[in-house]
């Protein structure tokens, strides 16, 4: 039986490795967690902004990684273990839509999408998810305990429309590459869950649908329609749900998908 007066979405001082913690939702996540009591390591190839550098000092560190390298992974898992420990949480958050410079492919066919633009696609949403349990999970599963959340998007889910090219350049679209990548985050989520419930590692995934950073009226419009809520959703919306994955209050959730999309795949 719970104490009435325990708080069972308590996060205060656990160690939460944050992959892509410098793009947009991953400053979101750390602002609210940090605020929170956790400690937030940030592992990502991009310095973060000097207001997160400036975050309340003991409570985040950035650890500069290529999460596509192996030794990169494992250095700064040593340096995180040195300075805080063994991790209580791992979230998968860094990705690519497309690689940079190639977003042209983004919307053009399928059959001259590159197989360069596939590759680095993967590497960094899918390998990287790979890489980041084969090395941080393992530690939690020999220390006993463990939180890992796997960010999917709904198109992980189903698949971004591709019936009308009109409709593929003025609606939300994703190259098949980041749509695979996704989709693969689901099963590496299932597997490890199976693999790692007796170590008490929980293993979920978040699947989140599109937020609202965009000034293209048409565009949101579009989006918007799809939507049983009827709009995209705000950068905050997803706090408390990774708030939830991470804490106790989710001590028998594993092998999960959390589908936040404001009904998006629902029909
Ligand atoms: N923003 C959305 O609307 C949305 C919707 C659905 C799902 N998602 C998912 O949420 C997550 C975060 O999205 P975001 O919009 O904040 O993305 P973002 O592009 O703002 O941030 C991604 C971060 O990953 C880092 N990164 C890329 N390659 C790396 C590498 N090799 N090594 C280390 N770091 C690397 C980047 O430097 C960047 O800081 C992604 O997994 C994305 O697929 C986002």
Redesign the pocket.
């Known amino acids: 039986m719970n104490n009435k007066s325990e708080n069972i979405f308590d996060v205060q001082g656990n160690v939460v490795i944050l992959?892509?913690?410098?793009?947009?939702?991953?400053?979101?996540y750390t602002n609210y967690l940090v605020d929170n009591g956790a400690i937030i390591c940030n592992?990502?190839?991009?310095k973060?902004s000097e207001e997160l550098l400036n975050l309340s000092g003991e409570n985040y560190s950035f650890f500069k990684?290529?999460?596509?390298k192996k030794e990169?992974i494992s250095k700064s898992l040593n340096q995180v273990i040195n300075q805080f420990g063994i991790p209580d949480a791992l979230i998968?958050?860094?990705?690519?839509?497309s690689p940079p410079g190639s977003e042209e492919n983004q919307n053009g066919a399928f059959e001259e999408y590159p197989e360069l633009s596939w590759d680095k696609v993967m590497?960094?949403?899918l390998k990287?998810v790979f890489l980041c349990c084969q090395i941080i999970g393992a530690e939690m599963a020999k220390n006993g305990a463990g939180s890992i959340i796997n960010?999917?998007?709904?198109?992980g889910v189903i698949s971004p429309d591709q019936r009308i090219y009109e409709y593929r350049k003025k609606v939300f679209n994703k190259p098949i590459s980041?749509s695979a990548s996704?989709s693969g985050i689901l099963n590496i989520t299932r597997y490890l869950s199976t693999y790692w419930g007796e170590r008490n590692v929980r293993v979920n995934t978040l699947?989140?649908?599109?937020?609202l950073?965009s000034q293209d009226k048409e565009f949101i419009e579009n989006y918007s329609s799809k939507v049983p809520l009827k709009r995209?959703?705000n950068?905050s919306e997803y706090n408390g749900a990774i708030q939830f994955l991470i804490s106790s209050a989710s001590s028998y959730i594993t092998g999960s998908n959390m589908i936040i999309d404001g009904g998006w795949t629902a029909w």
């Open positions: 992959t892509g913690g410098s793009g947009k939702l991953g400053s979101v592992f990502d190839i991009k973060p990684t290529d999460l596509t990169d998968n958050n860094a990705a690519l839509d590497e960094v949403n990287s960010i999917s998007s709904h198109y980041y996704k699947t989140l649908g599109g937020v950073d995209m959703a950068e």
